[in-house]
């Protein structure tokens, strides 16, 4: 829908005329513009190096100039090395291989505060799929997850997990972490190594995997308080928000998608082969989302994922599992895409309406 991109990089706006797609291939043509001028630089770097090591007789004045000429040259590497500093990885560590029986789910009926969100669900998650979940806000879907998850029991109806699931479940909650913890803290709690799918992994590179990298990973999480800035408190009418508390000069304090992307790298740090993401788009970037799309693609397990981004469900989902507009759910052999013909095919061509939900029924 974009007819303009404003893109904000290394403290510079620059403005593309086109939509996102074009603006991907042209910012595709200039990193690798980048990188060749990396490439150029580091080879100028070594050579300026090489030359004052040799320290030749006769000829101080111009190893002086050299020795300048050196210095801009690692500025003007270390400019560019920051201009490559942009995640471009996110690794989901393997758990055990996954058997024939994932998430088997029959006639499940659940209610809360007298609406029916589940009435007589029955579907069944092959191994190695990933499942797009959608539906309104409120009909059920969390709800579902913590029900795979064990933390809420169903009304009626059974929900079957395959004794080879080890799951890995990332919701919506991103403030069940300690703001006062920095970034390698939270994600080792108290360990400067990891297991992960049967090696040891120190906690700082496993971190890189998620492009914390150098002095970000002593950033503190600090939580940022709804609408407001972090650690205040929302404005109220006639009044100005409080100023947020002063970061502490030795580190920075993350972002909202820093959180996001600190709570996957917590999640995924236990191995596993059922991924289960509420909404985990929410407050990342268009990089990190990239990386992240990238990772499920490439993980051999099965994926639920709650999400209303029809194109991250589009490139990602085999099966979609859809709250529909009359309260009933449907499970779809398809991509989102492929699900909305089969909806509108389904329903004389008509666009979706409101959500209906449906009541609890009398006992």
Known sequence: MAGWILELDR????????????????RAARRQSEARTSANLAR???????????????????????????????????????????????????????????????????????????????????PGAVVGIVGANGVGKSTLFRMIMGQ????????????????MYVDQSRDALDADATVAEAIGRGAEVLSIAGRDVPVR???????????????????????????????????PAAPPPPASPQV????????????????????GNLLLLDEPTNDLDVFTLAA?????????G???????????????????????????????????SAYEADWRARNGGKDPTRVKYRKMAAA
């Open 152 to 167: 809420e029991e169903p009304d009626s109806g059974t929900i079957k997990v395959g004794e080879t699931v080890v799951p």
């Open 292 to 300: 992240l799309e990238s990772a499920i693609d490439a993980f051999p």
């Open 44 to 126: 100028a770097l070594d050579a300026e190096l090489e030359f004052m090591r040799s320290n030749a007789k006769g000829q101080a004045k111009k190893g002086r100039a050299r020795e300048r000429k050196y210095e801009d040259l690692v500025s003007a590497a270390a400019d560019a090395a920051r201009s490559a500093d942009t995640l471009d990885a996110i690794a989901i560590p393997t758990g055990p291989r996954l058997g024939d029986v994932v998430v088997e789910v029959a006639d499940l009926c659940k209610s809360h505060g007298g609406r029916a969100l589940l009435d007589g669900v029955s579907f069944s998650v092959p």
């Open 302 to 336: 099965s994926a639920l994922i709650i999400s209303h981004d029809r194109a991250f469900l589009d490139r990602l989902c085999t099966h979609t599992l859809a709250y529909e507009d009359d309260g009933g759910v449907v499970f779809f052999d398809g991509g989102y």
């Open 11 to 26: 403290g510079k706006g620059l403005p593309f005329e086109g939509n996102y797609s074009e603006w991907l291939a042209r």
């Open 205 to 239: 590179q496993y971190a890189s995997f998620f492009n914390f990298k150098g002095a970000d990973q002593q950033k503190k999480v600090r939580t940022r308080g709804r609408g407001g800035a972090r650690g205040s408190e929302p404005p109220t009418r006639g009044r």
């Open 252 to 271: 920075g304090v993350l972002s909202g998608g820093e959180r996001n992307r600190l709570h996957l790298a917590i999640t995924l740090a236990t191995a």
